[in-house]
């Protein structure tokens, strides 16, 4: 199992991250199919009140989903969204849906519900990889990890609401809606333990089987759940009595990780399957291995057995699934996949095969009467050793599969494998599995451009542009779509200027915060949710009773910066950065009561709060509010080119905004100061005004304002609206002089910002140095 960074867990990080960040997900098409790898199966036969059989499918897109089995036939039934990272195992109790992931917890479900989670279970420190269930004792449930822990749970216990007590605090952690703690968590995507110290008094704990030193990969529990075994990177099989945690035995034979585990239904026989390829069948009355099966050239990562234990099912990463014959030794290859086997699922006739492709499919497997498969031919001896059948395929004796093609094939959606944040900060470019290449928005969360099968880094070359906008967001593709990171105040780095993201309707000097934008995108639908609700209406003016307990926890951080016109737009949503309700991005958040959640912007009811978002989201939505940030101004000198006649018309160092462009048609209309308004007298202005206006800076001052925010220090230059001003820029269209800008030697393009400037062409740690000159004949 590889170990790889979440979206909803980073403690691999090196940094710690202060405040908790926020994701979310993109999805470019409908919810009905997975996005990735499939990870585990369960099947749920007959269920009332519709007869329907049920097969439930947990993915590397942290989605499980549920399926509707009838007339061989598979149709979507429901999507259970709310693990932040790789479902890794789902098992039935009864008719509650038990899950586990790599964000460390498990989940609960009502199988037959619409997909909401009842209750979240965290006591692993580590990802959870695998579950066992007892059949006739549907309430006791097992899981393991790469924690080393493996736990018992009682999962009618662990159900039980418990009342708080007078001594628990707002900050305790549940274990989901309404339980305490169990014991210290570590909370996906943070460095924090938070512990209980009287969490067993109040809540539920479960029996803790000791023993493992290193990863758990695999857990089988008998019907009756007396006995379970469990299997690893140990290399061992140790069984256990699940209902004291004690160790009964340890069996060892396999000589690397073990993947899959089975155990008959009394509990005396027990199969095991090995990264070494072998198939081992132990006697756990006798505590030893009484038969070894070398069917597989490659790790064996999954086993399914026929309901008398007669015969296995055998897949793993050679691609094939074999059936073995536990008593003649007889094997024979079933089928053969594109993609590595992860798990199988027998389903009376038909076995369900899951691999790292995001597609499901049957096949033929005769699991009441698996004899009529080898009256087919083509069946073997399995071997004894390891090297027997990797030796046999090299000779040429590569068996045939006996079925060709699927009898039922649930298709999956391409997962993306590569992506490229572009300089525009705003357009992501990714390739997926089936080397599709497509254009996403990210501040929209949309597909703009669906390239089809292209090469991916000539797109990249094409799409080049030469501009510099600071790096917002974050991004990763573990869960098979695009999971864009906010951490703050990083994410508030980012701004341009209305008239760049085609906004109309807005003053073109207007300066848009990408991510304020993007996040107020994303809450839409939960403010207006919450503006309905009895007792929760938001003012008029955004603030309200939650906005003020974002306001004191920021209460800290005594200045905070509100962005110029932000009033202007504060409640009209602007159309770039308006996200699809036909797909809508999930969010993910660490949480502080329930801990990390998943959930469809357009599933948030309104009631989320501090204790379920970040507080500095809802700062920033309900309040237009952002926290301080790092210097967003650019410091640069203005000089005449060298030999032009033109005069120096300032002296000392400029300040800018880095967004600043070297020159735009811009009006100034008004008394305004040159600090007042951003963007509307540009470099090129600036210029042309100190040379047909004459109105110098004080050349013994190194501190004064530079045009529209450009300051070279802390005292203001005249205000550029008084009487004799307005005159002489009326005249500006007849008497100003063509200039250009130039930086190393080089014309800038009027459209570059000073940010473009400093990292394309000046290049350099010292501040930029700029020249300007008549323009020359062409």
């Known amino acids: 199992m590889h170990r790889v960074g979440s979206a909803g867990n980073t403690s691999g990080s090196t940094r710690a991250r202060k405040e908790k960040r926020l994701t979310y997900v993109l999805n470019d098409a409908d919810d009905t199919k997975h996005r990735a790898g499939i990870n585990c199966l369960a099947y749920l036969k007959n269920s009332a009140p519709d007869n329907y059989d049920y097969l439930f499918t947990g993915s590397r897109d942290g989605t499980l989903k549920r399926w509707a089995l009838r007339d061989g036939e598979a149709s979507f039934s429901a999507t259970f969204e709310s693990h932040v ?12 849906l038990v899950s586990c992931s790599s964000d460390t917890t498990l989940k609960t479900w009502n199988c037959l519900s619409d997909g909401v989670c009842t209750r979240t279970l965290r006591q692993h420190s580590d990802y959870v990889i695998c579950l066992a269930a007892a059949e006739k004792n ?12 493996v736990f018992i749970w009682d999962i009618d216990a662990a159900l039980l609401p418990i009342a708080k007590t007078a001594d628990s605090t707002e900050d305790d952690v549940s274990n989901g809606n309404t339980m305490q703690p169990m014991t210290s968590l570590r909370c996906g995507g943070t460095n924090n333990n938070i512990s209980a110290n009287n969490s067993q008094s109040r809540g539920y704990s479960p029996i803790a089987a000791k023993g493992h030193k290193e990863s758990v990969y695999a857990l089988a529990m008998n019907d009756s759940g007396t006995l379970l075994v469990s299997g690893g990177t140990e290399k061992v099989v140790r069984v256990w009595d699940p209902r004291t945690g004690s160790k009964n035995m340890k069996l060892r034979g396999h000589t690397d990780n073990i993947r899959a585990l089975l155990l008959d239904s009394t509990g005396r026989y027990c199969l095991s399957g090995s990264s070494d390829s072998m198939i081992r069948l ?22 399914a057995s026929t309901p008398s234990f007669t015969h296995v099912y055998s897949g793993g990463r050679d691609l094939s699934v074999y059936l073995t014959d536990l008593s003649t030794r007889e094997s024979v290859l079933l089928c053969t996949k594109e993609h590595p086997i992860l798990q199988l699922a027998l389903q009376d006739d038909m076995i369900w095969v899951a691999t790292t492709d995001s597609a499901l499919s049957a096949w033929p497997a005769e699991g009441r009467s698996p004899q009529k498969v080898f009256q087919r031919g083509g069946s073997f001896l399995a071997g004894n050793l ?17 079925y060709k093609e699927p009898s039922i094939t649930i298709p999956g959606i391409p997962g993306i494998i590569q992506h490229e944040i572009l300089n525009n900060r705003r357009h992501v470019l990714t390739k997926d599995t089936a080397g599709s290449v497509k254009l996403w928005d990210v501040t929209r969360g949309i597909v703009t451009e669906d390239y089809g099968k292209i090469s ?11 501009v510099s906008i600071p790096a917002w967001f974050t991004m990763d593709t573990r869960l098979g779509c ?34 304020q934008e993007t996040l107020r995108g994303l809450f839409s639908y939960w403010l207006a949710k919450r503006r309905q609700k009895p007792g929760s209406q938001a003012s008029s003016n955004g603030d309200s009773s939650i906005g003020k307990e974002a306001s004191v926890k920021n209460a800290p951080h005594s200045r905070l910066e509100v962005d110029d016109g932000s009033e202007n737009h504060m409640n009209v949503m602007l159309p770039a950065f308006e996200f699809s309700t036909v797909s809508p991005p999930s969010i993910i958040t660490e949480g502080s009561q329930g801990g990390p959640w998943r959930k469809k912007i357009t599933d948030l009811d309104g009631m989320e709060d501090e204790k379920d978002l970040p507080w500095w989201c809802i700062d920033c939505v309900l309040n237009g509010r952002l926290p301080p940030r790092e210097n967003t101004k650019c410091s640069f000198y203005l000089h005449p080119f060298e030999g032009s006649s033109l005069p120096n018309v300032t002296q000392g160092k400029l300040s800018a905004p880095r967004i600043l462009r070297i020159h735009k048609v811009c009006a100034c209309q008004g008394k305004r100061t040159f600090e007042s308004t951003e963007a509307s007298v540009l470099v ?6 100190k040379l047909v206006l004459d109105k110098p800076v004080d050349a013994g001052s190194s501190d004064g304002t530079f045009g529209s925010g450009l300051s070279t220090g802390q005292s203001q230059l005249p205000p550029i609206g008084d009487g004799s001003l307005r005159s002489g820029l009326k005249s500006w269209p007849k008497l100003k002089p063509n200039l250009e800008i130039l930086c190393n030697n080089q014309v800038l393009s009027p459209e570059m910002s000073l940010a473009t ?3 394309y062409i000046w290049k350099k740690p010292e501040d930029v140095i700029l020249h300007y000159r008549l323009v020359q004949s062409r």
């Open 684 to 689: 090129i202005n600036y210029v042309v005004e």
């Open 456 to 466: 991916f880094e000539e797109k990249k070359e094409e799409l080049f542009e030469m």
């Open 482 to 515: 695009l999971s864009v990171h906010l951490d703050t105040p990083q994410c508030f780095s980012a701004e341009m200027y209305a008239i760049d993201l085609n906004i109309l309707g807005t003053p073109e000097d207007l300066k848009i915060n990408l991510a």
């Open 757 to 759: 400037v400093r990292t």
């Open 282 to 303: 132990w006697d756990l009355g006798q505590q030893r291995c009484v038969h070894s099966y070398a069917v597989h050239t490659d790790s064996v990562w999954a086993l």
């Open 85 to 96: 990272d790789w479902v890794n195992d789902a098992i039935l109790a009864g008719n509650t």
């Open 386 to 402: 390891s090297f027997s059948r990797a030796r046999a395929s090299l000779e040429g004796s590569a068996p045939v599969p006996v």
């Open 138 to 149: 549907s309430n006791i449930v097992a899981s393991g990890g790469l924690g080393g822990e």
